[in-house]
């Protein structure tokens, strides 16, 4: 059996799925940033919406959408008036950690049973500089 193949050029587009990780660092970057930022093609996970429900109560505005958009606080974010809960997101957890380091004032910050399981302790000692253990 013979097969005859010809040169052939490819076209066309895809759309690269967005990611979690990804999106969770872009929205924290967004909202420590001053004014606008679109996150394109962002990944609405569970993970992802704990990140903008803690950016949100740091003083972030965030419209959901096929884009999401993001006013910053412009690195100055607001002290919570409610717990910060990162649900079972360690990338939320831990990067909150470090931007409750900027509020002014105290910051509580929780998660799922799981996520509560995770060692955070040397991190906190290293952001603290009042820490028994730094």
Avoid: H
């Avoid at 967004?30 to 990944?43: D, F, M, Q, T, V």
């Amino acid at each position: 059996m013979k097969y005859l193949v010809k040169k052939s050029d490819l076209e066309g587009s895809i759309k690269i799925p967005g990611s979690k990780s990804n999106t969770t660092r872009a929205v924290f970057i967004a909202s420590l940033a001053e004014g606008k930022s679109i996150i394109r093609n962002p990944l609405p996970s569970a993970d992802c919406l704990s990140t903008v429900k803690v950016c949100k109560n740091l003083g972030a505005e965030i419209d959901l959408g096929e884009n999401w958009t993001v006013k910053g606080v412009g690195k100055r974010p607001k002290c919570p008036s409610m717990v910060l809960d990162s649900g079972n997101s360690g990338t939320t957890f831990y990067i909150a950690l470090a931007v409750a380091g900027l509020v002014d004032g105290y910051s509580v910050i929780t998660g799922d049973p799981q996520l509560s399981e995770r060692p955070a302790q040397s991190l906190i000692d290293s952001l603290n500089p009042t820490s028994p253990n730094s």
